[in-house]
């Protein structure tokens, strides 16, 4: 049997999502967040719901390792803001 190929999509908000139907997050059509895979590989685990992997140079593309960093979404609403309010300044 030919095995089908799934090529990687782009999400709404501009993340890289990737077909990975075994994942426990994976949506409806068998999609994860390539960012969170990237990191969940890295710490050997799957992320919690209440974990962000944010993009440190703010490219939502440039899920190489040393661009994500984990932390709370607690610590992310607070990083995200700062970069919201310098932006209008
Ligand atoms: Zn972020």
Redesign the pocket.
Known sequence: MEKATYPNLTHAAGYILIYRPEHPAANCHGYVLEHRCVMETEIGRVLQRNE????IN?DKKDNRIENLSLMDWHT?GS??SK?YWDARI
């Open positions: 962000i992997v944010h993009h703010g992310h990083i995200e970069k």
